[in-house]
Each structure stands twice: as structure tokens, then as C-alpha cells.
């Protein structure tokens, strides 16, 4: 693989990376929906001690500055090229 190649492949998975983290913030809230909000809506005990609300906050805060980056980043680069292309 060329420089360049891998210079495109870390462009691509940082501009796509930030699904990771959401996808899994939407997992942990299912989980929690479906593991502990459920068993107690039906009268039962559920018997989990994970923090599925605070780490699904973590994962999408981690997720929405990623893309926020990933989305200035990207206007910083169309910025330049049209900077570029006028003159």
C-alpha cells in the first residue's frame, strides 16, 4: 500500500469513526431498556449493577465531539479548496 492509500484509509475511518461510539450509546440504552427498565416495569428485581445511562452518555458525548471535529475539519477543508479554485 502507498503513503497515499494509507493517508485515504486514516481519513476515512477518522471521518467514519465517530459510529462506533454512537452505535454503542444506543446499544447501552437498549441494554438498559430491555435489562433493567423492563424487569421493573413488570414488577421484578433486576439484577445488574452496570451504568448503562452514564456509559451511553459517555459513548454520545464521545460520538458528537468526534463529529464535531470531523465536521470542521471537513469545512476547514472545502474552505481552502474554494479559497483555492477562486484565486
Known sequence: M???AWWRALVALMSAGWLVPMWLG???VLDFVYLE???LWAGESPLNSFPFIGAAGDCFLLAFVWLGL????W??????AL???QG
Do not use: C, L, M, N
Open 75 to 80: 469545512a476547514w477543508v472545502g474552505v481552502g
Open 26 to 28: 444506543v446499544k447501552f
Open 83 to 85: 479559497r483555492r479554485a
Open 70 to 73: 470531523v465536521i470542521f475539519g
Open 2 to 4: 502507498t503513503k497515499r
Open 37 to 39: 427498565a423492563w424487569p
